[in-house]
């Protein structure tokens, strides 16, 4: 196996440790609050947040170069998922995430 460069293994770890929360925080958090949290347009940002830095993450571990391209995508997504995330209660921890792993992506994208 090909070692991989730290900052590459930085941003596969913060895309997955992001994946975790915003499907975690979807799916417990959100669910259980209702309201605006589960206001569809907020709900569907998740998802799709959760989804690209699943698939980022994904890209870099098979070793393609696509992944920058999936990287720009996924720091955009990301960051409009915590903008989102930031004016609902309790949701601190998925934006923090979700900055994290767009910062990590940004590097990767180029």
Do not use: K, W
Request: hydrophobic residues 35%; proline residues 5%; charged residues 20%.
């Amino acid at each position: 196996m090909t070692p991989r460069s730290p900052q590459l293994q930085i941003c596969i770890d913060e895309c997955l440790n992001c994946y975790q929360a915003c499907l975690g925080m979807a799916m417990s958090h959100c669910l259980e609050q209702g309201g605006p949290h589960v206001d569809p347009a907020h709900f569907r940002l998740m998802m799709a947040c959760s989804e690209s830095c699943r698939t980022a993450a994904h890209f870099m571990l098979i070793g393609v170069p696509h992944h920058q391209h999936i990287c720009a995508d996924c720091a955009s997504i990301c960051r409009q998922c915590a903008d989102s995330c930031d004016a609902l209660d309790g949701m601190d921890e998925c934006a923090a995430a979700c900055r994290r792993c767009a910062d990590a992506c940004e590097r990767i994208a180029g």
